[in-house]
């Protein structure tokens, strides 16, 4: 089974920018669909940007127009640009195939505070 690292988070401003990267163990050629999720303390998780092998992309209402969702299946990486980012963004990001996920990594923390 694919095992997925998750790289990138930190302690950002809000306003500010982060790229998470996400590194399989084996191709995801055969993926249709790669997703970031994230979990907020407290929280279930959730599906925040997801995309197909042909590129095509969707996103949470929350999201929207400030995370960018890229993946580069010769790298067999998934990537997320986050842009104008808020406190309520704060919780770990995870990557994984959707709908039905693999074995969860480790996810990577991002914590948006001033």
């Known amino acids: 089974q694919v095992q997925l690292v998750e790289s990138g988070g930190g302690l950002v401003q809000p306003g500010g920018s982060l790229r998470l990267s996400c590194a399989a163990s084996?191709?995801?050629?055969?993926?249709?669909?790669m997703g970031w999720y994230r979990q907020a303390p407290g929280k279930d998780r959730e599906l925040v940007a997801s995309?197909?092998?042909?590129?095509?992309?969707n996103y949470a209402d929350s999201v929207k127009a400030r995370f960018t969702i890229s993946r580069d299946t010769a790298k067999n990486a998934v990537y997320l640009q986050m842009n104008s980012l808020k406190p309520e963004d704060t919780a770990v990001y995870y990557c994984?195939?959707?709908?039905?996920?693999?074995?969860w990594g480790q996810g990577t923390q991002v914590t948006v505070s001033s």
């Open positions: 994984n195939a959707f709908p039905i996920p693999a074995a």
């Open positions: 084996e191709s995801i050629a055969s993926i249709n669909v």
């Open positions: 995309i197909t092998i042909t590129g095509l992309t």
